[in-house]
């Protein structure tokens, strides 16, 4: 483990070190809160990172992730059909209190509360992608079938 990463990037590394996983967490200099900011700082495709979504549904209040291509948004209908409930964008507070993250940082793993996790199918055009781990300024890759191992994620037409 890296002592010198932050708090919430150790976590996700941590959570990487319990599924057997050999990711490892950068923490870059400048922020990737965007996926248009990741992906220059990253060097990659905005279509190659996968950001994290956090979504509230209504009336039973559960949390959602929708991990989406950084090039797509979500459609809200077709997320809340497969969700069998109406679903609307959670603020920051929902975020942090089910995530244990602040936006901008979300991983798509080692949240405080398991959710339902639904997987933008474009991000299988991709050998590597790349998400936040727990901060702004922190990222790792993966594989399209990593995301859907770590995260138990459905992949489903999503993108509005």
Same mark, same amino acid.
């Given at each position: 483990m890296n002592p &010198? !990463?932050?708090e919430?990037?150790?976590r996700v590394q941590q959570a990487f070190s &319990? !599924?057997?996983?050999d990711s490892k967490?950068?923490?870059l200099p400048q922020k990737t809160r965007t996926a248009v900011e990741a992906a220059a700082v990253i060097g990659c495709g905005v279509g190659q990172i996968a950001k994290s979504l956090v979504f509230r549904t209504n009336p039973s209040?559960?949390?959602l992730?929708?991990?989406m291509s950084g090039v797509n948004r979500v459609s809200e209908s077709r997320l809340g059909s497969f969700a069998r409930e109406a679903v609307e964008k959670a603020d920051a507070d929902f975020v942090r209190s089910k995530t244990g993250f602040v936006i901008g940082g979300v991983p798509p793993l080692a949240?405080?509360?398991k959710m339902t996790v639904f997987l933008d199918e474009d991000l299988q055009q991709h050998e590597v992608i790349w998400a936040a781990a727990g901060t702004p300024f922190a990222v790792f890759s993966l594989t399209p079938k990593?995301?859907?191992t770590i995260t138990n994620g459905a992949w489903a037409p999503i993108k509005d």
């Open positions: &010198d !990463l932050r919430s990037a150790r &319990d !599924l057997g996983l967490v950068l923490e209040g559960r949390a992730l929708a991990v949240h405080v509360e990593q995301l859907a």
